[in-house]
C-alpha cells in the first residue's frame, strides 16, 4: 500500500500585483483564476473527513491540472520571453514575490499541529509545489484504486509510476532553487527528498507487478476462510517463475533501501515517511526470500524452504522472529487479529502481510518435515548470501510535457485582451487576512470566488494530465 501522503495547503496570490504583461494582460488574471481554484480545492480538502477524501482527490487533481499550464507559461515567459513560439512580454513589479505553503514532509515545531506555513519568494517555488501536491494526488489515488475489492493493477501502476515521473523532473529540472532561495530545512526543497519519493513509488509499483501471481496474502488476510488453502491450494510457481518473481523482490527492496536512506539524511523529516520506506523494503527482501522458499518446497527441498523462511524472517524486524510454538499461536486466530505486527502510517502493508503468511508457511512445512521428510532446516546465512540479483520491470517515464506543458499558442491568443476593471478582484487579494499557523485554514473566500467564474477569453481548462 502506497505512502497515505498529506496534501500541502497555500495563501491567496495575486499575480497582478507582482507581474505586468504588454502582451498578454488577462494571463495574469487567469493564472490567478486557476490557482484560487487550487487553494480552494486543498482547503476544502483538509476539511472533509477522511473517509471523503478518496472521492475528492478527482477534483483536487483536474483543479491542478487547470492550473499547471498557466504557472509553467508564467515561469517560461519570464525566462525565456516566449512561449509556444509566441512573444509573450511578462516583467516584475517592485513588490516582492512571496508564495506561501504549508509543507507536510517534515516535523512540526514544539506546540504546533502542522509544520508553519513556507514563504517562498521565487516562481520556481510555485511551480515544485504544484508538481509536488499533483504527485501526492496520484499516489492517493493508486491507494484508493488498489483499497477496490478487485483493484485493477494496471491503473494502480500507472498512477504510482506517473508519481514518481513528476519526482524525477522536480529533482532534475526544478531543484534545486535559483536564488534566492530559502535557507530551510523543508524537505520539500531538496532534490534528494524528490529522489527518493520516485524510487519509493517505482518500489511500489515493482511490487504490485507481482500481486497477481501471489495468492498467499489474500489467503491469509483477516476475512479469509481458513479451509480456502485446504480447499484449492494454490499450486507452487514454476523454477524459472519462482526465480523472476524473487528477483523483481530484490529490485523492489533496492529502490525502497535506497529512498528510506536518503530520508533519513535529511534535517527534521517526517519519521513515518523514512520508517515506511524501510518497512516497505524489508517486506520485499523477506518476499524474494518466500518465493525462493516455494520453488525449494515444490521439489521436495523442504528443509531449504524452511531454511528460506528463517532467512525472511532475519529481514523483519526483531519483533518478527517468533519460535515454532508462537507461530502457531499466531495460526490460531490468523484471520482475526495480527498479534506480530501494527499497521500504521510507518507500516508498510506489504510487511504485515509478510508477516501472517510467512507463520503461515512456516507451520505448513514444518508439520510436513517432521513427519514426512525429517530433512535438516538449511542454515539461513549462505541462502541471504547467495540472493539473486534485481530485476527491473516497471521504468519511470519521463516527464513529457507536451511542448514545455505550457499553454497553447491559440489560447495565449484569447488571453490578449484587456482584463476589465470588473474581473481585476476575482483574484481574491485583500479584504481576507490569512490565518495564523495554528493549521486551521480560514472560512474567508478570498482567492476562492475565482473558481466560479469562466477565464478570460473563452477558454476553459480541461481534464488533461501533464506527465
Known amino acids: 500500500m502506497p505512502f497515505n501522503f498529506t496534501l500541502p495547503t497555500t495563501s491567496t496570490f495575486s499575480f497582478a500585483q507582482h507581474f505586468t504583461s504588454s502582451t498578454h494582460p488577462s494571463l495574469l488574471l487567469a493564472a490567478t483564476t486557476h490557482r484560487s481554484v487550487v487553494r480552494d480545492a486543498l482547503k476544502k480538502h483538509k476539511r472533509l ?34 512561449v509556444s513560439g509566441v512573444p509573450v512580454a511578462l516583467t516584475t513589479t517592485s513588490t516582492p514575490l512571496s508564495f506561501e505553503w504549508r509543507p507536510t514532509l517534515s516535523s512540526p515545531s514544539p ?60 529533482s532534475t529540472t526544478i531543484l534545486p532553487l535559483p536564488p534566492p532561495s530559502p535557507k530551510t530545512s523543508t524537505p520539500e526543497l531538496h532534490p534528494q ?20 501471481d501471489d495468492p498467499y496474502p489474500s489467503l491469509t488476510k483477516p476475512s479469509a476462510n481458513p479451509t480456502d488453502y485446504l480447499i484449492a491450494a494454490p499450486p507452487p510457481p514454476p523454477h524459472v517463475r519462482a526465480l523472476l518473481l524473487a528477483r523483481l523482490c530484490i529490485a523492489a527492496s533496492a529502490h525502497a533501501a535506497t529512498a528510506a536512506a536518503s530520508l533519513s539524511s535529511l534535517q527534521k523529516p517526517l519519521p513515518a515517511l523514512p520508517a515506511y520506506a524501510t518497512s516497505l523494503s524489508r517486506a520485499a527482501k523477506a518476499r524474494a526470500c518466500r518465493f525462493l522458499g ?77 513427519t514426512v521428510f525429517n530433512q535438516r532446516v538449511a542454515e539461513r ?71 466560479k467564474g469562466k477565464v478570460p477569453g473563452g477558454w476553459e481548462g480541461g481534464g488533461n494530465v501533464y506527465y
Open 49 to 82: 473527513a477522511p473517509a471523503s477524501h478518496p472521492a475528492h482527490l478527482p477534483t483536487v487533481l483536474d483543479a491542478l491540472n487547470e492550473y499547471l499550464p498557466y504557472v509553467l507559461t508564467l515561469r517560461s515567459a519570464l525566462s525565456s520571453g516566449t
Open 111 to 170: 506546540g504546533r499541529p502542522e509544520p508553519a506555513r513556507l514563504k517562498l519568494s521565487h516562481l520556481d517555488a510555485e511551480v515544485l509545489f504544484v508538481l509536488t501536491t499533483t504527485a501526492y494526488v496520484y499516489t492517493l489515488l493508486s491507494t484508493t484504486a488498489l483499497s477496490a475489492s478487485q483493484p485493477n493493477y494496471q491503473i494502480v501502476t500507472k498512477h504510482l509510476l506517473t508519481a514518481a515521473s513528476f519526482h524525477k523532473h522536480i
Open 193 to 212: 527528498t524528490h529522489t527518493a519519493l520516485s524510487s519509493l513509488a517505482l518500489s511500489s509499483a515493482t511490487l504490485l507487478a507481482i500481486a497477481k
Open 294 to 370: 516455494l520453488d525449494a518446497e515444490r521439489t521436495g527441498e523442504v528443509g531449504t524452504a524452511l531454511g528460506y523462511l528463517s532467512a525472511a524472517r532475519t529481514c523483519l524486524p526483531s519483533s518478527s522472529s517468533t519460535s515454532s510454538s508462537s507461530s502457531s499461536k499466531l495460526l490460531t486466530k490468523p484471520l482475526r487479529k495480527d498479534s506480530t505486527a501494527s499497521s500504521g502510517p510507518a507500516t508498510a502493508r506489504e510487511e504485515v502481510e509478510e508477516r501472517r503468511v510467512l507463520a503461515f508457511l512456516e507451520q505448513k512445512w514444518s508439520k510436513t518435515n517432521d
Open 381 to 451: 546465512e549462505p541462502l541471504l548470501a547467495g540472493l539473486p540479483g534485481g530485476r527491473e520491470v516497471c521504468v519511470v517515464p519521463k516527464w513529457d510535457t507536451l511542448g514545455g506543458g505550457v499553454l497553447a499558442g491559440e489560447v495565449l491568443g484569447e488571453l490578449k485582451g484587456m482584463a476589465t476593471e470588473d474581473g481585476e478582484g476575482i483574484g481574491g487579494v485583500g479584504g481576507e487576512e490569512e490565518e495564523e499557523d495554528s493549521g486551521e485554514e480560514s472560512d474567508g473566500d478570498g482567492g476562492g470566488g475565482a473558481g
